[in-house]
């Protein structure tokens, strides 16, 4: 991977940056002036930055936050000094653009560390920023449980059974039982979606089978309900858990003869319509507890689908903002440009307990409030999330342990070479060796 271990870095208040990054065993591309920049970067190999800043004002930052804006590809590190950290148009820049950070005098080994998983992002990145919608679903997400997903909703799709969709509320329920309704033999017929939590209890049975005319006071005509108005197509019942007992039993018929009476005949009607219903509760519960018919659950399980929560396809989180975001921006003419790496880190971190429909409440919500030019977490009404640190690799935390080692035993023995030796269990000139690679002077 030599080939991609082009540092970019810009200095400001620093001599000569490439001389204090020999050690680092990256080749150093120092820009001094902000409009070589792009050249450099056009170079096309480098994945990775580094700005040190010592001494900074409010006006070096704002040339430093125009520039990091404009090489948003770029994988950023930071080193500050004491005195440039403790500006906030400093941490602003920390927060917006860098990937990580470190303070003056760098620490290299720490810092080769850091810029090794800053370029292990950037292959990530490269790999993540398009959204996989070469499928043309309208399911959008790049995690391996949407890929499953949508394999699964072209399987359901090619048979013609009842389906039953399980997931939390705002998961991507209705949205899957359309992809199947239109994956189908059936996708030319029409797709009914009924909300059984939403009909009065009085009413379901007249909604979803229909009336004669004097079925009941106000019955001044025939009606068709929802399952013959889906004939040729499917109905999508949506919070099947909803449907009172009565009714349930109804369905069951339906689901056993392909036939619906309308309330006040006794005339069976042929319909042909696939039932496709999902829920947010545990079906399985609601049968045990006697809320739900268990041969109705068994007639409508007959192929079931899982949509996972949010959280458990935290890849297809940024994706999906990214698109809400792109949608939102051709309806009203906004002035935000994106998301601050602080925004995708909060939204990384919260748990979306209300899921996608959460994710869309909250990108709209903030493209109206924001009134910078990316969107925050506060903007979002999330909180900030720690910057999660990736997973030390295993050489550097043998180093790491190396070194606090002799330290400790050198601490103890007062600095006496040979006592340290003794009690790490080496020789003086193993030592001395060791020493000298962790530049521990004696
Ligand atoms: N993978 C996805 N890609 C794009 N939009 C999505 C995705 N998943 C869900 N949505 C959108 O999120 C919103 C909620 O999804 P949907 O209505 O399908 O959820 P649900 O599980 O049926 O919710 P509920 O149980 O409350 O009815 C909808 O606007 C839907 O279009």
Known sequence: MVDNRLLCVIARGVASPARLLESIGWEVCAISDSRLLPEASARGRCRVGLVIGRGLDDAACAELDALLRDHAGIEWVGAFDAASLSLPACRDL??????????????????????????????????????????????????????????????????????????????????????????????????????????????????????????????????????????????????????????????????????????????????????????????????????????????????????????????????LAQHFFEKFSTEKQASVKGFSQRAMRAMDAYAWPGNVRELINRVRRAMVMSDGRLITAADLGLPESEVRKPPERLDASRMRAEREAIQAALQQAGNNVSHAARELGVSRITLYRLMAKHGLAH
């Open 94 to 319: 920390i927060f917006e653009h860098l990937f990580d950070h470190h303070s003056l005098p760098l620490d290299m080994e720490r810092l080769r560390v850091t810029l090794g998983h800053a370029h292990g992002r950037g292959l990530l990145r490269q790999g993540r920023t398009q959204p996989a919608r070469h499928d043309n679903s309208p399911l959008i997400g790049c995690s391996d449980a949407r890929a499953q997903l949508l394999q699964q909703v072209r399987r359901i799709a090619k048979v013609d059974a009842p389906v039953l969709i399980s997931g939390e509320s705002g998961s991507g329920k209705e949205l899957a039982a359309r992809a199947i309704h239109e994956g189908s033999a059936r996708a030319a017929g029409p797709l009914v979606t009924v909300n059984c939590g939403a009909i009065q209890p009085t009413l379901v049975q007249s909604e979803l089978f229909g009336y004669v005319k004097g079925a009941f006071t106000g019955a001044v005509r025939d009606k068709r309900g929802f399952i013959e108005a889906a004939n040729g197509g499917t109905i999508f019942l949506d919070e099947i858990g909803d449907l009172p007992l009565d009714m349930q039993i109804n369905l069951l018929r339906f689901l056993q003869e392909g036939t619906v009476n309308r309330v006040g005949s006794t005339q069976p009607m042929p319909v042909d319509v696939r039932v496709i219903a999902a829920t947010h509760i545990n079906v399985e519960q609601a049968v045990a507890a006697g809320k739900f018919r268990e041969d109705l659950f068994y007639r409508l399980n007959v192929l079931s689908l899982h949509v996972p929560p949010l959280r458990e396809r935290r890849r297809d989180v940024a994706v």
